[in-house]
């Protein structure tokens, strides 16, 4: 029997806890707010954007989201950080990634207040996740997402072998930290690893974030493992897949996330519970 783990539910309930989190924090006279800069017109950007807007919106925060041409320069958008960087209304600044050629983007994450670095990517945030800083900072949202989700189903990592396939700056290496923190023992594997999927094979614990569409299946998976699939990617009738083919996987994994429905709305919900905690620790010292 295999448990498909419900990441809308999970999602709902953090969503419900933010809600009424920036509820007490209004009163306390404080609107957490978020500003999401997007520079292009990147179709599948411009989709997470508006939902990030409007789940924004509708939890009761101040968010604004700043649309730039494509042909933006570097120094302008530096700029209007700056803005946002020195804006009391604004706790969370989100670059939307990818951005057109002609932008740096280290040096756009540099950039960024660490205070309000909603996304966990400036160095300074990514260096107190990597030593397990005990104080508060933002993480990035789609591996915390995950964290939560497993939590929510009694997934401890602790022991466990958890292969994370993938090793992005967004998903790959914070989630190995994170579940390095968790106490897990963890692999972090991707594309230039020897016999990638015998090494899937042995997670009891396996995050699979590569974009390539199905590459992990039902035979890759140790019976019983909790697999989590960060892919959204399109097969070829363009219907929207994960990296793991679910059907061949259903009743091999003990635990799955399914695409769409899984992690997908974690990153979301945990987005909005990260800007809100800024808000609480910069205008609270909380
Ligand atoms: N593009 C895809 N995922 C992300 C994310 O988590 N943060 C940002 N800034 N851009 C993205």
Do not use: C
């Amino acid at each position: 029997m295999t448990t498909i783990i419900d990441g809308k539910q999970v999602a709902k309930q953090v969503n419900q806890a933010t809600q009424a989190e920036v509820s007490k924090l209004v009163e306390r006279g404080v609107q957490p707010g978020i500003a999401v800069i997007i520079v292009g017109e990147d179709p599948a950007s411009q989709i997470y954007v508006r939902n990030k807007n409007r789940k924004a919106t509708k939890l009761g925060m101040h968010s604004i989201v700043r649309q730039l041409p494509a042909t933006t320069t570097q120094a302008e958008l530096l700029s209007i950080i700056a803005d946002y960087n020195a804006d009391d209304k604004i706790h969370g600044i989100l670059v939307q990634s990818p951005l057109p050629k002609q932008i740096n983007e280290p040096l756009v994450t540099l950039a960024i207040d660490p205070n309000k670095d909603v996304d966990g990517f400036h160095p300074t945030n990514v260096g107190k996740l990597i030593t397990n800083y005990a104080g508060h900072y933002p993480i990035a949202n789609t591996p915390r997402g995950i964290m939560t989700m497993l939590a929510a189903y009694d997934v401890d990592p602790a022991g466990k072998h958890a292969v994370v396939i993938g090793r992005s700056t967004i998903v790959g290496k914070p989630m190995a930290a994170l579940l390095t923190n968790a106490n897990a023992t963890v692999t972090l594997a991707h594309s230039k690893t020897v016999d990638l999927k015998a090494v899937a094979r042995t997670a009891d614990i396996l995050v699979v974030a590569t974009g390539i569409a199905h590459l992990i299946t039902g035979a890759d998976i140790k019976p019983g493992a909790t697999v989590i699939d960060v892919g959204m990617d399109r097969d070829a009738n363009g219907k929207l897949v994960g990296d793991v083919d679910f059907e061949s996987a259903q009743g091999v994994a003990g635990l799955i996330t399914p695409v769409p429905g899984g992690v997908g709305p974690m990153t979301i919900a945990t987005l909005m519970q990260t800007t809100v905690e800024l808000a609480k620790w910069s205008d609270l010292g909380e």
